[in-house]
């Protein structure tokens, strides 16, 4: 009897952790695809699709918004594009909330979605929130020359510490290079291992045999 209980609970486990992942996904689907449907509501009423199809289309304002995306890119890469960009940027530097916003989310995007942005560099072990409990870090670079004149040393470096399941919020610190211990493991097994709250520990690298001499 105990048996049996001991199954159903077993098969009851399996089966949420086998449909809780797609449930999640479909989930974020749906939010994603319902915010960028509301976007059609900006359209004039001649240019939504329930004027053409006689229907609401799922979907429509996701396709609007890549192609968006898309154009601003092609329009983007000419010399034309880029005087346009630039006078737009210039344009929101002069208001006074908006360039400050704008600004940060700019150097924060460039540096993460740039083919050449180097965000995260290394993973690292870093004692976090106090000594004698490590948790795992990520090296973004060496404080800045406003910051690094008012450190005791100059080998610090800065590491963001992130939450977890949440990696987008967390800590920025700035620690001495001594105190942290650099991972053998890239940025996105560390991000894995992060989000699965250390469920999912990165697999362990096979150890090279021996060369003979």
Not at 146 to 166: I, Q, R
Not at 170 to 179: H, N, T
Request: net charge neutral.
């Amino acid at each position: 009897m105990n048996q049996g209980k001991l199954t159903l609970k077993a098969c009851l486990l399996t089966g949420v952790l086998i449909w809780l992942p797609f449930a999640v996904t479909l989930w974020v689907l749906d939010m994603v695809i319902s915010t960028m449907d509301s976007m059609i509501n900006w359209l004039p009423n001649a240019l939504q699709p329930t004027h053409w199809f006689g229907m609401h289309i799922p979907g429509s304002g996701l396709v609007l918004a890549l192609l968006i995306v898309l154009m601003t890119g092609f329009l983007a890469a000419n010399m034309l594009g880029q005087k346009v960009v630039g006078l737009w940027e210039a344009l929101l530097g002069r208001i006074p909330v908006v360039k400050t916003i704008y600004s940060s989310v700019k150097q924060v995007s460039d540096t993460l979605l740039s083919g050449s942005g180097q965000a995260f560099s290394k993973a690292l072990l870093v004692q976090f929130p106090h000594q004698g409990v490590w948790t795992i870090a990520f090296l973004t670079g060496k404080p800045g020359a406003g910051v690094a004149e008012h450190l005791d040393s100059d080998d610090f470096v800065s590491v963001y510490v992130p939450t977890t399941p949440n990696p987008t919020s967390g800590y920025f610190m700035l620690v001495p290079r001594s105190a942290t211990r650099e991972l053998d493991m890239s940025v996105d097994d560390a991000l894995k291992y992060i989000i699965s709250m250390g469920v999912v520990a990165p697999a362990s690298k096979p150890v090279p045999p021996p060369t003979s001499c």
